[in-house]
């Protein structure tokens, strides 16, 4: 068995209302990793989390699910929580070992009940969290829509780390704001960002570079007297502010097609 050090190691507990999609997004994420060769759906009852026979007879977690998977040189053990509070025991196990929380939206429904709920529970636990707009591929998806519920319900500065490249049935891609490179499908190949998305690049790049130099004074000051940061010191300042819970990086993905699950393997591994 490969041994780990500390240091490579991720606990993270996915957190939402019931049926944003953290199941098949664990799934997606097995698949992508190389875990599995096939992604099970919750309706066929065949996934991985899922394994209890009432939890595929009610197409529903019911208990706290560990699955272990490897990217980036990272041991990622994820959580996936039940959505239904008449299991609340079992969301406040996984928050007790979790180095961080990443909550999973439904990118129709937004904020709900149970994001609400499970967000007073990570700020009691001290954690750090992501955010996840998931299932962008539905009809009526709308990231913007999504985002501004997380801006307006809940005291943080929502950095988009990726921008949905279409929404809906035309949801394709995503586009690394880091970076400034589009991955389009599940396999995540490599392309230009489209034309028509390059105000909306800049402006979320602005803002990423931004609150990297709020999340550290010297990087403030360099950013303030006109000087350029590098790629590392806005890692570097993101960290910091995303530690302190100030800075909350915010995701796109389709967790049934698998489209921008890459991406979000690469920002819990980092």
Same mark, same amino acid.
């Given at each position: 068995?490969?041994?780990y050090?500390t240091?490579? =190691?991720?606990?993270?507990?996915? =957190?939402?209302?019931?049926?944003?999609?953290k199941?098949?997004?664990?799934e997606?994420?097995?698949?992508?990793?190389?875990?599995?060769?096939?992604?099970?759906?919750?309706?066929?009852?065949?996934?991985?989390?899922?394994?209890?026979?009432?939890?595929?007879?009610?197409?529903?977690?019911?208990?706290?699910?560990v699955?272990?998977?490897?990217?980036?040189?990272?041991k990622?053990?994820?959580?996936?929580?039940?959505?239904?509070?008449d299991?609340?025991?079992?969301?406040?196990?996984?928050?007790r070992?979790a180095?961080?929380?990443?909550?999973?939206?439904?990118?129709?429904?937004g904020?709900?009940?149970?994001?609400?709920?499970?967000?007073?529970?990570?700020d009691?636990?001290?954690?750090?969290?992501?955010?996840?707009?998931?299932?962008?591929?539905?009809?009526?998806?709308?990231?913007?829509?999504?985002?501004?519920?997380?801006?307006?319900?809940?005291?943080?500065?929502?950095?988009?780390?990726?921008?949905?490249?279409?929404s809906?049935?035309?949801?394709?891609?995503?586009?690394?704001?880091?970076?400034?490179?589009?991955?389009?499908?599940?396999?995540?190949?490599?392309?230009?960002?489209?034309?028509?998305?390059?105000?909306?690049?800049?402006?979320a790049?602005?803002?990423?570079?931004?609150?990297?130099?709020?999340?550290?004074d010297?990087?403030?000051?360099?950013?303030?007297?006109?000087?350029?940061?590098?790629?590392?010191?806005?890692?570097?300042?993101?960290?910091?502010?995303?530690?302190?819970g100030?800075?909350?990086?915010?995701?796109?993905?389709?967790?049934?097609?698998?489209?921008?699950v890459?991406?979000?393997?690469?920002?819990v591994?980092?």
């Amino acid at each position: 068995m490969k041994e780990y050090k500390t240091e490579q =190691l991720r606990n993270v507990v996915l =957190l939402s209302h019931q049926g944003a999609g953290k199941t098949s997004l664990v799934e997606s994420m097995l698949l992508a990793s190389g875990v599995i060769n096939r992604a099970g759906r919750v309706e066929d009852g065949n996934t991985v989390a899922d394994f209890d026979q009432e939890e595929i007879d009610r197409g529903q977690s019911l208990s706290l699910a560990v699955v272990a998977t490897e990217w980036a040189g990272r041991k990622l053990n994820l959580l996936d929580t039940p959505g239904t509070f008449d299991f609340v025991g079992e969301i406040k196990q996984a928050l007790r070992v979790a180095d961080g929380c990443l909550f999973v939206a439904d990118a129709v429904s937004g904020v709900e009940v149970g994001t609400e709920l499970t967000w007073e529970y990570a700020d009691d636990a001290g954690l750090p969290r992501m955010v996840l707009i998931n299932k962008m591929d539905r009809e009526n998806a709308s990231f913007e829509r999504a985002l501004a519920g997380f801006n307006n319900r809940f005291d943080a500065q929502f950095v988009p780390l990726v921008l949905p490249i279409g929404s809906q049935s035309s949801f394709e891609g995503v586009v690394d704001v880091a970076s400034g490179k589009a991955y389009i499908g599940a396999e995540g190949t490599v392309a230009d960002i489209p034309d028509a998305m390059s105000d909306q690049f800049e402006e979320a790049q602005m803002q990423l570079i931004e609150a990297a130099a709020e999340g550290d004074d010297e990087l403030l000051m360099k950013y303030l007297e006109g000087e350029e940061l590098s790629a590392q010191e806005i890692q570097a300042g993101l960290f910091k502010g995303i530690v302190a819970g100030s800075v909350v990086p915010v995701l796109a993905a389709s967790g049934l097609t698998g489209i921008g699950v890459k991406a979000v393997l690469d920002a819990v591994a980092s």
